[in-house]
């Protein structure tokens, strides 16, 4: 196909999906009409035993450059969507131009930023969510042979893990290959620490010690919990025990949580309810902070907590964190604070910790959009109509925002700093062993803290400055890729 033709024919093709956003199936229709009608035309002019141009391989190259470029949900939500519907429609000329357009994007994984391969996760799980999950799975049966931080066994893991979420862990079980069975997550199960030694489980008996005085207590917390009781009974319960117990506040309120968490272990509508009756702020155990101070060890300690407990369910410590994140059991800075800890910095390859990170600094970012949308509502003209309602204060909601924009900036602040330590330990362990520090744990950490950068580059504007001077100068000894990362971070945002 001559060049030309080629830049013009994706020109429309974008068109064709922004004009027709957001119903797929015009466009699915649509698209599939100018493939036909350019394949048409360029059949009529090829040489006689020449290949023919097959245009339906630019429609789905085009559609996949733009949904590996989008950053909203409900664009790539219309991206997969049309998917379906331009395989639903045609599948003898959509399907060989998709498989071969997935495989050169899988080739090119290693390479992909970070943001790019979360949405080509995102796509082909629920595209095969939609079409019983069929694939052509042993073309990369080569990468189970890989490590476990491989980037593409990562990404295939990723793909796994999504498909199960859409659908089940037997149904998946049945529908992948044998040798692809190690890819999937294991049966959800929380892992107790203070269970009592059992003679036919040995991880958990050399995990526990039956008689601790944290187990003593999590066996009276659990038997309590069993009887449900109100939250205020078991508030005031908790309170008379506490006193008396051996053990710090931080493993009281570690042995507390975890009892609850195996409580609503069942079903996660078992996990919610459990939440909506003793997850509010201050109810148990006191935990509590006011706006502005540092995070509570008690905050970092409930955070630490689900992690631990659901160390085997990502899809857990997600949901869970965000529903107590909502429930303002803890505040945003906990999960930043928690992301360079020990045991998540281990996690760093796979992609959980970048998600509960990334649903995290949203939950910050929605707010504020929410208060300038308000803003902008009570700033407006009201109708006659209108004056009844409640008149919206702008002065408090232009508090509000600045305190969350603030916020915002701080999260961020606390991530570079964060990411330029983390990759400065790094280095400094693997020179001691003598290893080579530029592993996939490496790319991986560099790739999320250019993600977040241009993602979050114009609320970063306002630390730029600190963040330079302060951590990333060449007189503050920070790590040099990440002071080349920060670089074009900020050129980035200069050229927006």
Avoid at 128 to 146: G, H, I, P
Avoid at 147 to 162: K, Y
Avoid at 295 to 307: F, G, H, I, N, S
Wanted: aromatic letters at 8%.
């Amino acid at each position: 196909m001559p060049l030309a033709s080629y830049l013009i024919l994706r020109s429309h093709v974008m068109d064709t999906l922004e004009t027709s956003y957001p119903k797929p199936a015009i466009a699915a229709k649509l698209l599939l009409g100018l493939c036909r009608t350019q394949n048409a035309r360029f059949a009529a002019s090829v040489a006689e035993g020449a290949s023919p141009v097959k245009t339906e391989y630019l429609l789905v190259e085009t559609l996949l450059v733009a949904a590996l470029s989008e950053s909203t949900n409900a664009k790539l939500a219309y991206y997969c969507s049309m998917l379906y519907h331009l395989v639903k429609t045609d599948p003898s000329m959509v399907s060989p131009a998709l498989a071969v357009v997935v495989e050169l994007l899988f080739r090119q994984v290693p390479m992909m930023r970070a943001a790019s391969v979360n949405s080509l996760v995102l796509l082909l799980s629920h595209f095969l969510s939609n079409f019983e999950f069929k694939w052509r799975w042993t073309a990369w049966s080569y990468v189970l042979e890989a490590s476990e931080d491989d980037p593409q066994r990562l990404f295939v893991s990723a793909v796994i893990e999504r498909c199960v979420r859409l659908s089940y862990l037997q149904h998946m079980q049945s529908t992948l290959p044998a040798e692809f069975h190690v890819l999937l997550p294991p049966a959800p199960k929380p892992r107790i620490r203070f269970h009592a030694a059992k003679e036919d489980d040995v991880t958990v008996g050399a995990m526990a010690d039956e008689t601790s005085p944290a187990s003593e207590f999590y066996q009276s917390v659990t038997t309590k919990l069993k009887g449900h009781p109100p939250a205020a009974a078991l508030h005031s319960w908790l309170n008379e025990e506490l006193p008396r117990l051996e053990i710090s506040r931080t493993e009281a309120i570690e042995v507390v949580w975890t009892c609850i968490l195996e409580a609503g272990a069942a079903t996660f509508t078992h996990m919610r309810l459990l939440l909506e009756k003793y997850g509010k702020r201050g109810e148990l155990l006191g935990i509590s902070y006011q706006l502005g101070e540092d995070v509570t060890a008690d905050e970092l300690a409930l955070v630490k907590t689900v992690a631990s407990v659901w160390l085997k369910s990502p899809q857990h410590i997600g949901l869970i964190l965000n529903a107590m994140l909502r429930q303002e059991l803890f505040r945003p800075v906990a999960i930043v604070i928690w992301v360079f800890t020990p045991d998540a910095v281990q996690q760093y390859s796979w992609p959980y910790v970048w998600e509960i990170l990334r649903d995290t600094l949203k939950f910050v970012q929605d707010a504020i959009d929410t208060k300038t949308q308000k803003m902008g509502q009570a700033a407006a003209p009201r109708s006659s109509e209108d004056r009844d309602e409640e008149m919206l204060d702008v002065a408090t909601l232009e508090d509000d925002r600045k305190r969350l924009q603030d916020e915002m900036r701080q999260l961020l602040l606390l991530l570079f700093k964060g990411f330029n330590r983390v990759l400065t330990e790094h280095k400094a362990e693997c020179e001691a062993e003598d290893s080579d520090p530029h592993d996939n744990w490496f790319h991986s950490t560099l790739a999320q803290m250019q993600a977040i950068g241009h993602r979050y580059r114009v609320p970063l504007e306002g630390a730029l400055d600190e963040l330079q001077l302060g951590i990333f100068s060449t007189s503050a000894s920070a790590d040099a890729d990440a002071i080349k990362l920060f670089q074009l971070i900020r050129d980035t945002y200069r050229s927006a």
